[in-house]
């Protein structure tokens, strides 16, 4: 059940996401737009995957060579986005998801996000 899934959604800081992308123990996913990406950077250590494309599931599935119990932590501007992306990968199937809960951009309440921490962006260039 979707419902049963998406409680098991857990949320985690812009560092501790950092942190662990870096030392390779989550795989981060940042689900904004290319557009996005181009302007902000995508977040050191991150795979760029937009949700709205229609192989965004495939895209993650691939970035953790198939195995839905790995860690994957999501990430957006705000960490509405990213939590919706989580709750799809909980319905195909994905066990292990972390939700980046003040985004790039930060959230009253959830934090200031990746960007006003000062931590490390890579730039985005289109393909």
């Known amino acids: 059940p979707a419902s049963a899934a998406a409680a098991e959604i857990k949320s985690i800081s812009a560092g501790e996401a950092h942190s662990a992308a870096v030392s390779g123990t989550v795989t981060l996913i940042d689900v904004r737009t290319p557009s996005e990406w181009a302007m902000t950077g995508l977040p050191e250590g991150a795979i760029g ?3 709205h494309e229609p192989d965004f599931v495939d895209r993650v599935i691939g970035a953790v060579a198939g195995d839905f119990d790995a860690p994957v932590a ?3 501007r705000t960490g509405r ?6 709750q799809d990968l ?3 199937g994905f066990t292990n ?4 809960s003040e985004g790039m ?5 959830a934090g200031q996000g990746w960007i006003a921490h000062g931590l490390p ?3 985005y260039e289109a393909d």
């Open 49 to 51: 995957a937009d949700m």
């Open 74 to 76: 999501l990430i957006c």
């Open 81 to 86: 986005r990213s939590h919706q992306a989580a």
């Open 90 to 92: 909980a319905e195909s």
């Open 97 to 100: 998801l972390l939700n980046v």
């Open 105 to 109: 951009a930060g959230r009253a309440g």
């Open 121 to 123: 962006t890579a730039r």
